[in-house]
């Protein structure tokens, strides 16, 4: 399986660990092509930003609907595995949620005995709770139905079938322009079923504590698809605080105010001695 993988880093020597980025679903890697991976260029980081199968310009699209969870998980361990130092990883939505399921994975052969190659942090920015994408979608109908039923219709019909209106509103702040969603849904995609249904009937991950390493969690004020108190749920279940940042919606790497997140990510990863 031949996958999409954007690089970025310094021309000298690169600093710290690598950065590992994973998107969530209806997009792909390009996401942190448009602000962070050359952000953290700059800062002397090597980043890479992972497009799963079926995205971008990744294989497998023609088997998309039957991509699992596991299949994600064998995706992001294959570009983990070729990298010479451990990565931090750095999940988004849907994204967040197989990163947490890496890291599951990882503490769960450590709680074994077993001696698993290490990851250096896990910073998960707007993502899945643990308890999975039911408690997003059932909350999601309830408060805002247009933007539930705008992404059903992205799934099954794609972008054409889709306001922009609505579609905005599950990605932006409120009062960054609808200019900006008009110029992103053409690039945004319909998302693997199986993965969906993966994401339902999972149990909570583990919390991850015998790896012992930094956890960042940042949400968004205005994201009605993963709003304050999921994201503060999920610092809970990590034993760390949450950032809520008041200006960005659930695209936050994508928004008028992205450099506030990156630079978030970026104090955290200095914090922490990463």
Not at 27 to 43: D, K, N, T, V
Not at 107 to 130: E, Y
Not at 197 to 203: H, R, V
Request: hydrophobic share 45%; proline share 8%; net charge negative.
């Amino acid at each position: 399986m031949k996958l999409e993988v954007l690089t970025a880093g310094p021309d000298g020597p690169a600093s710290g660990a690598p950065l590992v980025f994973l998107h969530g679903a209806f997009c792909a890697a390009w996401i942190w092509q448009e602000h962070f991976l050359p952000f953290f260029a700059e800062q002397g980081r090597r980043a890479y930003a992972i497009s799963l199968r079926g995205h971008g310009a990744s294989d497998g699209h023609d088997m998309l609907p039957l991509a699992s969870l596991d299949d994600y998980l064998a995706d992001l361990s294959s570009v983990i595995d070729r990298l010479d130092q451990p990565p931090v990883l750095v999940g988004h939505s849907m994204g967040g949620m197989v990163v947490q399921r890496y890291v599951e994975r990882l503490d769960r052969k450590l709680f074994r005995g077993d001696a698993p190659k290490p990851v250096a942090g896990m910073a998960l920015l707007a993502a899945l709770s643990p308890s999975g994408l039911a408690t997003t979608a059932t909350q999601l109908m309830l408060s805002d139905p247009l933007v539930f039923f705008q992404l059903s219709a992205l799934q099954t019909f794609g972008e054409h079938a889709v306001l922009p209106e609505g579609v905005h509103r599950a990605m932006f702040a409120r009062s960054t322009p609808v200019s900006m969603t008009r110029k992103y849904m053409p690039r945004m995609q319909a998302e693997s079923q199986r993965v969906q249904l993966d994401l339902m009937m999972g149990a909570p991950p583990w919390p991850a504590n015998a790896l012992q390493i930094p956890r960042l969690v940042i949400g968004a004020q205005d994201d009605p698809f993963v709003p304050p108190w999921m994201s503060r749920m999920t610092a809970r279940h990590y034993n760390t605080e949450a950032h809520i940042l008041t200006e960005s919606g659930h695209a936050m790497m994508l928004g008028p105010d992205w450099e506030t997140p990156a630079r978030l990510l970026l104090e955290w990863l200095e914090e922490n001695g990463i």
